[in-house]
């Protein structure tokens, strides 16, 4: 993967502004990888909220029917 990659890189070099070009590539992978989990936690919350729902309709109804 990209990531380990990177590491790798990091790993092999002391020099600093390698290290520091090295850093900032891995912070655009992760920034970007956050974003990526926000957006897919957003749509699992979405998707939580209308299961709960759905659930507390279908709990209703086999009440109304004394089950």
């Given at each position: 993967t990209a990531r380990a990659e990177l590491r790798r890189e990091y790993a092999a070099t002391?020099?600093?502004?390698a290290r520091t070009r090295i850093l900032n590539q891995s912070l655009t992978h992760i920034t970007t990888q956050l974003g990526l989990v926000r957006s897919r936690l957003e749509e699992l919350t979405e998707l939580e909220g209308e299961l709960v729902e759905k659930r507390r309709m279908v709990s209703g109804k086999l009440r109304e029917l004394g089950r």
């Open positions: 002391d020099d600093p502004e």
